[in-house]
């Protein structure tokens, strides 16, 4: 029996990622998904006709003492090694500033599993038009000089921007 594909889904900023998750999951009898919003400290899964999402603990604010946050990383390698059914990484950044340390540091741990990397630029809607173009090219020629299978796209929940997009990307993944 083949195991179930599933993607990952990582944010740094303080907003839990579960409303992405909510947007990419059709409603079904046979969807479940657990949601705690803004905790940001343990792995939650979201499941849809055995394709899941993994919401991962958030990597910047979390406030946990720095041996819990050791613990995140160790635990996160090893379910990487073992996980040979993941089809990528949903990376959530905010597109009103610039990539962090964190940020490139996140690329450059998951790339080591050779797996693609989506960037979601959130609150899009925060930013004029030719503002997000501009962040757009900016955080893509950072983050794309340091690993070639990653993609990066304006997102916004508020105004919608974006969603197609993603669900596109999910569904190319997880079939």
């Known amino acids: ?9 990582v944010a740094r900023m303080r907003a839990s990622p579960a409303q992405l998750m909510r947007l990419r999951i059709k409603k079904s009898s046979r ?17 849809a ?18 041996e819990v946050r050791n613990a995140w990383g160790r ?14 990484l949903f990376a959530v950044m905010d597109s009103r500033h610039a990539p962090t340390i964190l940020d490139e540091q996140l690329v ?11 960037v979601l630029l959130t609150k899009s809607d925060k930013l004029t038009r030719n503002e997000a173009n501009k962040k757009l090219k900016m955080v893509s020629d950072i983050l794309c000089s340091q690993y070639s299978r990653l993609s ?4 916004s929940s508020s105004n ?10 999910l569904i190319e993944w997880l079939s």
């Open 75 to 88: 635990e996160l390698t090893r379910y990487l090694g073992e996980r040979h059914q993941i089809r990528g």
């Open 108 to 118: 450059e741990w998951f790339g080591t599993t050779e797996k693609p990397i989506h």
């Open 49 to 66: 006709n055995d394709r899941f999402i993994v919401d991962l603990p958030g990597y910047g604010y979390a406030k946990v003492p720095e």
């Open 1 to 9: 029996m083949n195991a179930p594909k599933s993607c990952l889904q």
């Open 160 to 169: 919608k921007t974006g969603i197609d997009e993603a669900r596109q990307k």
């Open 31 to 47: 969807t479940s998904a657990n949601f705690r919003v803004g905790l940001g400290c343990s792995i939650f899964l979201a499941s």
């Open 152 to 155: 990066v796209q304006l997102f």
